[in-house]
């Protein structure tokens, strides 16, 4: 499947990004499994922690619609090179994503690389150690 679509997505969200810190804009788009798109874009604090991942925002915007199962996300940054997420994001993925998730890593031109979960997370802390049904 071409992936052209989602990458557009993100780079569309990521102008729309608040990054006076770091200034590197970063957009995301996630495509449900009902075939619905939620964008994000980063969203940086003066107390850093307190700053929200691209991928985050459009997974919080499906979560917030009950849209809690992710067919692929494509992320895109202000780079040259590919953009990957970050661990805090990758970790979020294992919540709504499975082994069939595609996450779509592009650069600022919209090149990107299809992985698939086990390829940028392997080892996941999951809801299955916690024993705790989906």
Known sequence: MEW?????KAIKAKEHAYAPYSGFRVGAAVLTHSEKTF??????NASYGAAICAERV????????????????AVTGDSNEIVFPCGICR????????????????????????????????????????????
């Open 4 to 8: 052209d679509f989602l990458v557009a």
């Open 39 to 44: 964008v994000g874009c980063n969203v940086e």
């Open 58 to 73: 459009a997974i919080s915007r499906a979560v917030s619609e009950g849209e809690t199962l992710i067919k692929a996300i």
């Open 91 to 134: 970790q979020v993925f294992t919540e709504f994503c499975n082994s069939e998730t595609v996450i779509i890593c592009s650069n600022k031109k919209g090149e990107y690389r299809v992985y698939k979960m086990e390829d940028i997370l392997p080892h996941p802390f999951s809801k299955a150690d916690l024993n705790i049904k989906p």
